[in-house]
């Protein structure tokens, strides 16, 4: 039986080539996009909110940044307190060139096109990741030197000791570039795609304070924001990450839809293919039966091949999908969660048991005991 269901998949005329490159690929989509998408609500439902601000406070006069920082982080259950310059400044040039003159991919439009906030630091940040270049010196009073996102610069075409002018309200700044940070956007934290080194005399600006602390310990941080600086709105986090949460769920679905289409595609190729050598399959099992094979191992036999050949596309689809679902989410976050083994498990379980039940289909369309005896006599006969 093993024999026979082995040699069916290489007979000639077997649909198994075609069959197995449409599942294969419908099945490898579907793996990535479960990856993808368990890893993308994990990462919000359970790891951003560890990580995200509770609240962050907007247009902090310089004067009253200090003590705004004290008072908060007296409160009981706040565990951190940051604060950091911030100003809007749209990046003008690249190398002395004129944005509007430069080649500027779609993706990094939200960068280059408008006004972006900005900000500048004297040391790097814990969680900054230091790609390319080096930081500037402590104390450094120098010509203006810029960090820049890893990601950003790369697109632009800037690397370490290129130039980049910004257009401040105060003029136009040109600052050398620096280094290259890789930057973790999906952590939500109180990062900018330019830090620039710091003014001696710094432009008007105003302060960007986030606060780390437990929900309930919320209206308490508002209270003291309201009281300290009433002029500066506040932005609970919290809310951001419902919304957010709406969107990956929404994206998710429109990608499931879309791995159902493949899968889709995938079972009409079978079923054509299926059908379309179901004649030549009775004429083989016909000679099969003339030559003695009962009919229960020949049913055995379709089962089992079915059954074989949902194995091996799931044994090779299954760990590509997966490999190349886990790629998308460390391209995009470097924290976001993996998903355990449920997701190929069931998809390789999946593969082999809807396989299997194609081949009790198509058994079930074989001819009966009697039919079977009729088609021997006439094989006998001719």
Same mark, same amino acid.
């Given at each position: *039986?093993?024999?026979?269901?082995?040699?069916? $998949?290489?007979?000639?005329? @077997?649909?198994?080539?075609?069959?197995?490159?449409?599942?294969?690929?419908?099945? %490898? $989509?579907?793996?990535?996009?479960?990856?993808?998408?368990?890893?993308?609500?994990?990462?919000?439902?359970?790891?951003?909110? @560890?990580?995200?601000?509770?609240?962050?406070?907007?247009?902090?006069?310089?004067?009253?940044?200090?003590? $705004?920082?004290?008072?908060?982080?007296?409160?009981?259950?706040?565990?951190?307190?940051?604060?950091?310059?911030?100003?809007?400044?749209? +990046?003008?040039?690249?190398?002395?060139?004129? +944005?509007?003159?430069?080649?500027?991919?779609?993706?990094?439009?939200?960068?280059?096109?408008? /006004?972006?906030?900005?900000?500048? !630091?004297? !040391?790097?940040?814990?969680?900054?990741?230091?790609?390319?270049?080096?930081?500037?010196?402590?104390?450094?009073?120098?010509?203006?030197?810029?960090?820049? /996102?890893?990601?950003?610069?790369?697109?632009?075409?800037?690397?370490?000791?290129?130039?980049? %002018?910004?257009?401040?309200?105060?003029? =136009?700044?040109?600052?050398?570039?620096?280094?290259? !940070?890789?930057?973790?956007?999906?952590?939500?934290?109180? /990062?900018?795609?330019?830090?620039?080194?710091?003014?001696?005399?710094?432009?008007?600006?105003?302060?960007?304070?986030?606060?780390?602390? =437990?929900?309930?310990?919320?209206?308490?941080?508002?209270?003291?924001?309201?009281?300290?600086?009433?002029?500066?709105?506040?932005?609970?986090?919290?809310?951001?990450?419902?919304?957010?949460?709406?969107?990956?769920?929404?994206?998710?679905?429109?990608?499931?839809?879309?791995?159902?289409?493949?899968?889709?595609?995938?079972?009409?190729?079978?079923?054509?293919?299926?059908?379309?050598?179901?004649?030549?399959?009775?004429?083989? *099992?016909?000679?099969?039966?003339?030559?003695?094979?009962?009919?229960?191992? *020949?049913?055995?036999?379709?089962?089992?091949?079915?059954?074989?050949?949902?194995?091996?596309? @799931?044994? +090779?689809?299954?760990?590509?999908?997966?490999?190349?679902? @886990?790629?998308v989410v460390a391209s995009l976050a470097d924290s976001a969660p993996l998903p355990g083994g449920a997701v190929p498990l069931a998809a390789f379980l999946g593969t082999v048991t809807t396989m299997a039940a194609v081949g009790v289909v198509l058994v079930a369309w074989l001819p009966r005991r009697d039919? *079977?005896?009729?088609? !021997?006599? /006439?094989? $006998?006969?001719?």
């Open positions: *039986m093993v024999r026979l269901a082995v040699a069916n $998949l290489g007979r000639p005329g @077997a649909p198994t080539v075609p069959v197995a490159v449409a599942l294969g690929i419908g099945l %490898t $989509l579907l793996v990535a996009v479960g990856v993808v998408g368990r890893s993308a609500t994990g990462h919000v439902a359970a790891t951003l909110p @560890a990580q995200t601000p509770s609240v962050v406070v907007l247009n902090v006069p310089p004067p009253d940044g200090i003590g $705004l920082s004290e008072r908060l982080s007296t409160l009981p259950g706040v565990g951190r307190v940051e604060t950091a310059p911030f100003l809007h400044a749209r +990046i003008s040039r690249l190398n002395g060139v004129a +944005i509007t003159e430069a080649d500027a991919p779609r993706s990094v439009g939200w960068a280059v096109r408008g /006004d972006r906030g900005l900000s500048w !630091r004297d !040391r790097p940040a814990p969680t900054d990741r230091i790609v390319a270049g080096s930081w500037w010196p402590e104390g450094y009073t120098g010509p203006p030197l810029a960090s820049l /996102d890893a990601q950003v610069a790369r697109r632009l075409g800037l690397a370490v000791g290129d130039s980049l %002018t910004l257009a401040l309200a105060s003029g =136009p700044v040109t600052a050398t570039v620096a280094n290259l !940070r890789r930057i973790d956007w999906t952590r939500l934290d109180l /990062d900018f795609p330019v830090l620039l080194s710091p003014f001696p005399e710094p432009p008007p600006h105003s302060l960007v304070a986030a606060v780390w602390s =437990p929900p309930e310990a919320v209206p308490a941080v508002e209270a003291v924001v309201a009281q300290a600086v009433p002029q500066a709105p506040t932005i609970r986090v919290a809310e951001v990450l419902d919304t957010l949460g709406s969107t990956v769920q929404t994206v998710r679905r429109l990608l499931d839809g879309l791995s159902a289409v493949a899968l889709g595609a995938a079972a009409v190729v079978l079923l054509g293919a299926v059908a379309s050598s179901a004649r030549r399959r009775l004429h083989e *099992m016909a000679i099969l039966h003339v030559l003695g094979v009962a009919r229960r191992p *020949m049913i055995q036999a379709v089962v089992l091949e079915f059954v074989l050949l949902g194995a091996a596309v @799931a044994a +090779i689809a299954v760990p590509l999908g997966w490999t190349g679902g @886990a790629a039919v *079977m005896r009729r088609l !021997r006599s /006439d094989t $006998l006969s001719a």
